[in-house]
């Protein structure tokens, strides 16, 4: 385990991963209905893509929302585990390029598994989705951690909770919670799990061993 100055995180990391990335999900999502609102204001309420009428708060909202969610939460990602890991630089970029995946790999997803229409494919698509937002992530962290690959887990599980709660409602404030709260903290066990117990544990298997 590359832990740079084998410093593991303390408490208030966790505590500061969950509640700074909600905030940054807040702020992402009403920065997101501002700038769709001063769009909708120049072009109108509906737009015409591929010669269909759309209404565009409906069309654009994902297009605006993710990138902006993946640019603040790569930020405060990058703060917070900067001290804890070497060489995190271009955490900030993954982070991004991992929120723009579901618009390259989701089509192809939701085609597959959409079509049957049944709760399986649809939550085996939604955690699908959210593995593939972990890649850009897991390919730095693979060259700095050992079992890199929870952190793909981690995220596919949180997608596919929130894939659930999809079933119960789709109130865009219970959606938002959702969002802010399912993969920060899964995310944040999934920083215990890599940053502090399986590397202990593996310290204490190797000092048990000799």
Not at 7 to 25: C, D, H, Q, S, T
Not at 73 to 84: M, N, V
Not at 168 to 190: K, R
Request: aromatic share 16%.
């Amino acid at each position: 385990m590359m832990i740079a100055n084998n410093e593991k995180p303390r408490w208030f990391f966790y505590l500061g991963w969950v509640v700074l990335n909600i905030i940054a999900v807040v702020m992402a999502w009403y920065i997101a209905w501002a700038l769709i609102s001063l769009v909708t204001n120049i072009v109108g309420d509906t737009i015409q893509v591929g010669g269909q009428f759309r209404i565009t708060e409906d069309f654009l909202f994902l297009y605006v929302l993710l990138p902006i969610i993946g640019l603040f939460t790569g930020i405060i990602q990058y703060t917070l585990l900067r001290r804890h890991l070497p060489r995190m630089a271009w955490w900030i970029a993954a982070t991004l390029l991992g929120w723009l995946m579901p618009f390259v790999t989701g089509y192809f997803i939701i085609a597959i598994f959409a079509q049957k229409n049944d709760t399986f494919s649809i939550m085996l698509g939604m955690l699908l989705i959210g593995a593939t937002i972990a890649l850009p992530q897991w390919w730095m962290l693979r060259q700095r951690v050992h079992h890199a690959s929870w952190w793909i887990l981690a995220y596919g599980f949180s997608w596919w909770m929130m894939g659930l709660l999809n079933f119960v409602t789709s109130e865009p404030f219970i959606v938002l919670l959702a969002i802010a709260l399912i993969p920060t903290s899964v995310t944040g066990f999934a920083c215990w799990l890599l940053l502090d117990w399986l590397p202990k544990h593996e310290l204490e298997s190797s000092i048990s061993s000799h």
